[in-house]
């Protein structure tokens, strides 16, 4: 269902250099399908298209229902990196982009404004309101804080007994501050399965139920992520993944190539950037190594971030998401004085001219010093949708192991959290206050 297309770099690799890279990718391919690599506990994920049964789903929908009938149109979805952003992009990839749905699902949790959460409790006084928590722990600071005051908001609004039955959270099966919390007031939880990571988590109840609740098809969704995964089971060179994994090494290890920018040319996948983004960032980003993961959403950043790309600093190659067919039809028109000039493109499809800047800025940026590659999918829908976030997953555990990393960690994210705890006199924290109050 995922096809890649790495002819935008046969101008700056040679054969050769690609199939010993090839080679390199098929040994991680082993190493992940074997089981045998660093973090090898958090390989749930992998199967997780054909693991997720229909009693799961059945649950996801049992909440959308129960709300529906109360007439609840906001949901607030509370958490922080994987525990939001695979639904995020998935909501906002199928959403009209501009009707009001009718029900709304936002997100909270994922940063420290006070504006935002202020601006969030305006929108919930004019909605009828629920909520998913969403944290393993149920002490990370951003969505603790931000459920701490959601949560005393829909009590005081629907009373104590109502907010049991309007909060759901998803965390741990059996111990942390959340699920003590839930046991204590009556929650429905679901669990976030311990084998799975959370930038892995698109296909647990993590992303499944904001996204039954926000009113589409979750089967569609698994249904192309086993698909997805069948097809990369394959040992193959011909894999896509491997094909993925093995090119943007070559193109970082021998090509200088420090700076991936994934591209789109569809608003609706601005999401998928920003998912993709903490999936390779946060998994490869460790050591030294890394490729850093950017994004640009043309033909918007063409005008903005296109001079760069063009003709700066050539540190970076692009992968552009390509969708080939438009859900939706709109004609250019011809025009009797033609002012504009666009005469010329009367009863052509703006998709065919988004295909046109697509491919003229190919063209662009290879002659400019810019390897591309395309991963491409038919359309936008339920079922692309769940091939394409296991496409990404599992060809990040193949680039990890190439580059070397373990897949499934993230030591890094602690440090700033040390700081901010001493900074905010957390209990337990006071040395490392003098300490860092010294340093500014």
């Not at 936002?106 to 928590?133: H, P, Q, R, T, W």
């Not at 741990?172 to 046991?183: E, H, N, R, V, Y």
């Not at 192309?224 to 993925?244: I, P, T, W």
Request: glycine share 8%; aromatic share 8%; net charge negative.
């Amino acid at each position: 269902m995922v096809k890649i297309n790495l002819g935008g770099c046969d101008s700056f690799v040679k054969n050769a250099e690609y199939q010993k890279y090839v080679e390199k990718a098929l040994a991680a391919f082993d190493t992940l399908q074997g089981g045998q690599g660093a973090g090898n506990d958090f390989l749930g994920w992998k199967t997780l298209p054909v693991d997720v049964d229909e009693k799961l789903v059945l649950e996801c929908e049992a909440v959308r229902d129960c709300w529906n009938a109360k007439g609840v149109d906001l949901v607030i979805a509370i958490g922080i990196g994987g525990s939001y952003l695979g639904a995020k992009c998935a909501i906002e990839a199928l959403s009209h982009s501009f009707k009001e749905p009718r029900t709304r699902v936002v997100f909270a949790g994922n940063n420290l404004s006070e504006e935002y959460l202020a601006e969030l409790m305006d929108l919930a006084e004019e909605k009828n309101v629920a909520c998913i928590v969403i944290s393993k722990s149920g002490t990370t600071t951003e969505p603790a804080v931000a459920f701490r005051i959601v949560k005393e908001y829909i009590e005081k609004k629907y009373g104590k007994a109502e907010a049991s039955e309007r909060i759901v959270a998803i965390t741990d099966a059996a111990k942390g501050a959340l699920k003590t919390l839930s046991t204590k007031e009556g929650y429905k939880t679901f669990v976030v399965p311990d084998n799975v990571g959370g930038r892995y988590s698109v296909l647990t109840p993590v992303g499944l139920l904001p996204i039954v609740v926000a009113g589409f098809d979750v089967r569609a969704m698994l249904k192309g992520a086993a698909a997805e995964m069948k097809e990369l089971a394959a040992r193959s060179a011909d894999n896509a993944a491997v094909q993925y994994a093995a090119m943007r090494n070559l193109l970082h290890a021998e090509k200088g190539k420090a700076v991936e920018i994934l591209v789109t040319y569809n608003p609706k996948l601005t999401f998928l950037a920003e998912w993709w983004k903490q999936l390779y960032g946060e998994s490869e980003g460790k050591e030294g190594k890394g490729i850093y993961p950017a994004s640009v959403a043309n033909t918007a950043d063409l005008h903005s971030m296109g001079q760069f790309i063009q003709e700066g600093s050539r540190v970076m190659f692009e992968t552009v998401i390509n969708v080939v067919n438009a859900n939706r039809s709109v004609v250019i028109g011809s025009d009797e004085l033609n002012l504009d000039q666009l005469n010329y493109l009367a009863g052509q499809h703006v998709n065919h001219c988004n295909a046109m800047a697509q491919l003229g800025t190919k063209i662009a940026h290879i002659d400019g010093g810019v390897p591309q590659m395309e991963v491409s999918i038919d359309r936008i829908n339920e079922e692309n949708l769940g091939a394409i976030f296991y496409f990404f997953e599992f060809a990040c555990g193949v680039s990890a192991y190439l580059l070397g990393i373990n897949p499934f960690n993230q030591p890094g994210v602690e440090a700033y959290k040390k700081n901010m705890f001493a900074l905010l006199r957390k209990p337990g924290f006071e040395a490392q206050t003098e300490a860092i109050l010294k340093r500014i």
